[in-house]
């Protein structure tokens, strides 16, 4: 009981501990720029600004923002579900000459830093003049390495006698991958939305280099709006960032049963 009630407690201080910097930025976000700045620092706000959340989202044009983050984060999520999908069933199911090997070179990039594309990817954006489109903020979101290695690893759970009960029905590749594993892979599917979907959202530096308009900046670009040369509105800042946190929250809640279902069982044979 004893030994129980100590990991309990250990839990729920790491719990907190992790909770801490949230709490700590929506605190920021209801001061005032003197609180911000006063020492002793204050943890919670002498009295609470509500107004700062409805200026930060006026001080910037936050409705395109969040606009221009959702139709690149739905386009990513989308396109990563179809496209990981369909190269973790070649990889996961089908059988082809050195399909282990090939997928093993296409492991391996996980292994260089996603800073060192950045540059080829960014002429060939600027050589097809997509700057400061919505193709240039998603095109190279539309598949993932990791994408495909968590799909293959689910479907090799899958039992391979439905496939096969499928086939001798006369279903081909594509009836078998539409209407035996996709409907099985929920959970799996669901975890890698989820993981494309809050990794497109909170993407900074790509957006950043692809665009140089306002009307195609999304919001984690936008937030980074209130720095300025010699000052930081932390106040504004935290209250927009409180707000762009929302939508990714949302998500995770919603899927959260798939979610954990999906890392769970991901990698069982």
Same mark, same amino acid.
């Given at each position: 009981?004893?030994?129980?009630?100590?990991?309990?407690?250990?839990?729920?201080?790491?719990? +907190?501990? /992790? =909770?801490?910097?949230?709490?700590?930025?929506?605190?920021?976000?209801?001061?005032?720029?003197?609180?911000?700045?006063?020492?002793?620092?204050?943890?919670?706000?002498?009295?609470?600004?509500?107004?700062?959340?409805?200026?930060?989202?006026?001080?910037?044009?936050?409705g395109r923002?969040?606009?221009?983050?959702?139709?690149?984060?739905?386009?990513?999520?989308?396109?990563?579900?179809?496209?990981?999908? /369909?190269a973790?069933?070649?990889f996961?199911? +089908?059988?082809?000459?050195?399909?282990?090997?090939?997928?093993?070179?296409?492991l391996?990039? /996980?292994?260089v830093? %996603?800073?060192?594309?950045? &540059?080829?990817?960014? =002429?060939?954006?600027?050589?097809?003049?997509?700057m400061?489109?919505?193709?240039?903020?998603?095109?190279?979101?539309?598949?993932?390495?990791? *994408?495909?290695?968590?799909?293959?690893?689910?479907f090799?759970?899958?039992?391979?006698?439905?496939?096969?009960a499928?086939?001798?029905?006369?279903? *081909?590749?594509?009836?078998?991958?539409?209407?035996?594993?996709?409907?099985?892979?929920?959970?799996? +599917?669901?975890?890698?939305? &989820?993981?494309?979907? /809050?990794?497109?959202?909170?993407?900074?530096?790509?957006?950043?280099?692809?665009?140089?308009?306002?009307?195609?900046?999304t919001?984690?670009?936008?937030?980074?709006?209130?720095?300025s040369?010699?000052?930081?509105?932390?106040?504004?800042?935290?209250? %927009?960032?409180?707000?762009?946190?929302?939508?990714?929250?949302?998500?995770?809640?919603?899927?959260q049963?798939?979610?954990?279902?999906?890392?769970?069982m991901?990698? =069982?044979?």
């Amino acid at each position: 009981m004893l030994l129980r009630t100590s990991k309990f407690l250990l839990l729920t201080g790491l719990g +907190l501990t /992790m =909770l801490l910097p949230f709490v700590w930025m929506l605190s920021t976000a209801l001061m005032t720029d003197a609180e911000v700045y006063q020492f002793p620092p204050r943890f919670l706000p002498a009295e609470w600004r509500w107004s700062n959340f409805a200026e930060a989202l006026t001080m910037q044009p936050f409705g395109r923002f969040f606009l221009n983050s959702l139709v690149v984060s739905l386009a990513a999520t989308a396109g990563q579900v179809l496209f990981c999908s /369909m190269a973790a069933y070649a990889f996961g199911r +089908l059988r082809f000459p050195w399909r282990d090997r090939v997928f093993a070179i296409y492991l391996s990039t /996980m292994m260089v830093p %996603a800073i060192v594309t950045i &540059i080829p990817a960014f =002429l060939i954006i600027s050589s097809f003049g997509w700057m400061n489109s919505y193709q240039a903020l998603f095109s190279p979101l539309l598949s993932s390495v990791w *994408g495909i290695f968590l799909l293959r690893q689910f479907f090799l759970t899958i039992p391979r006698d439905l496939e096969d009960a499928a086939r001798m029905d006369g279903a *081909g590749d594509l009836a078998v991958f539409f209407r035996v594993i996709v409907p099985l892979s929920r959970p799996a +599917l669901a975890t890698l939305a &989820i993981f494309a979907f /809050m990794g497109s959202w909170k993407d900074f530096l790509w957006p950043l280099l692809v665009t140089n308009r306002i009307d195609m900046r999304t919001v984690e670009v936008g937030i980074a709006g209130f720095n300025s040369m010699y000052a930081t509105d932390w106040p504004h800042q935290m209250a %927009a960032a409180v707000v762009v946190l929302i939508p990714v929250v949302t998500v995770f809640l919603l899927a959260q049963k798939h979610f954990v279902r999906g890392i769970t069982m991901t990698g =069982l044979k």
